[in-house]
């Protein structure tokens, strides 16, 4: 019979004993201390393999894992940046405002962004926040040009705020090339009401 190589050990003739395949007068296959051997020659074992092909596993695993959560991170993100807009233009198309209004806040303006930034999660911290905050009013006749100015939030005219570039951290930085972080953006208008006794609040 032509020799065959084992893993782990030498070139053996296998020859046939009593119906069973024996190498060098002793069975092909025997034990030692829990180990298989042939011919006194210990066999390649595979221990420690599990732990290889966890090791191998892993990674790809836990990449699946932040590319879940990351996804779900920045649509929850977006979802409140959107609310956080719809509830500015609620707010601002009644023209009300508190008296007195909140340390800090000027004008109805001032009072619409505080609005939105309360209502965006912490997605909009500080001044920095505050920022990227854009109200716009426009002509419901023309939509190309902004008005500015007093009287620009008169019931009629149309309001639009939107946040442009807000920053949101993801949790392992696997949806993009670079950078741990992405920025979104949110927008929403409606049409203003009527001001209380026909004017308009300042801006």
Same mark, same amino acid.
């Given at each position: 019979?032509?020799?065959?190589?084992?893993?782990?050990?030498? !070139?053996?003739?296998?020859?046939?004993?009593?119906?069973?395949?024996?190498?060098?007068?002793?069975?092909?296959?025997?034990?030692?201390?829990?180990?298989?051997?042939?011919?006194?020659?210990?066999?390649?074992?595979?221990?420690?393999?599990?732990?290889?092909?966890?090791?191998?596993?892993?990674?790809?695993?836990?990449?699946?894992?932040? &590319?879940?959560?990351? +996804?779900?991170?920045?649509?929850?993100?977006?979802?409140?940046?959107?609310?956080?807009?719809?509830?500015?233009?609620?707010?601002?198309? !009644?023209?009300? =405002?508190? $008296?007195?209004?909140?340390?800090?806040?000027?004008?109805?303006?001032?009072?619409?962004?505080? +609005? &939105?930034?309360?209502?965006?999660?912490?997605?909009?911290?500080?001044?920095?926040? =505050?920022?990227?905050?854009?109200?716009?009013?426009?002509?419901?006749?023309?939509?190309?040009?902004?008005? !500015?100015?007093?009287?620009?939030?008169?019931?009629?005219? /149309? +309001?639009?705020?939107? +946040?442009?570039?807000? $920053?949101?951290?993801?949790?392992?930085? /696997?949806?993009?090339?670079?950078?741990?972080?992405?920025?979104?953006?949110?927008?929403? $208008?409606? /049409?203003?009401?009527?001001?209380?006794?026909?004017?308009?609040?300042?801006?």
């Amino acid at each position: 019979m032509a020799p065959i190589k084992l893993p782990g050990s030498p !070139t053996l003739a296998i020859q046939m004993k009593n119906g069973h395949p024996t190498a060098c007068g002793l069975p092909l296959l025997n034990a030692h201390n829990g180990h298989p051997t042939a011919c006194g020659l210990p066999l390649a074992d595979e221990t420690g393999s599990e732990l290889v092909e966890f090791a191998l596993l892993l990674l790809p695993l836990m990449a699946v894992v932040f &590319v879940i959560m990351d +996804i779900a991170w920045v649509c929850f993100a977006q979802e409140s940046l959107q609310h956080a807009v719809q509830t500015g233009v609620r707010s601002a198309i !009644t023209s009300y =405002l508190p $008296s007195p209004l909140p340390a800090g806040v000027t004008g109805q303006d001032g009072y619409i962004k505080s +609005i &939105v930034q309360q209502n965006a999660m912490g997605f909009l911290p500080g001044t920095d926040g =505050l920022n990227k905050i854009t109200i716009n009013y426009y002509s419901p006749s023309n939509f190309t040009r902004v008005l !500015t100015g007093n009287g620009s939030n008169t019931g009629g005219n /149309v +309001i639009e705020i939107s +946040i442009q570039g807000a $920053s949101v951290s993801l949790l392992g930085p /696997v949806l993009v090339d670079s950078g741990t972080s992405v920025a979104l953006n949110a927008v929403s $208008s409606d /049409v203003m009401e009527g001001s209380p006794n026909g004017i308009p609040p300042a801006r």
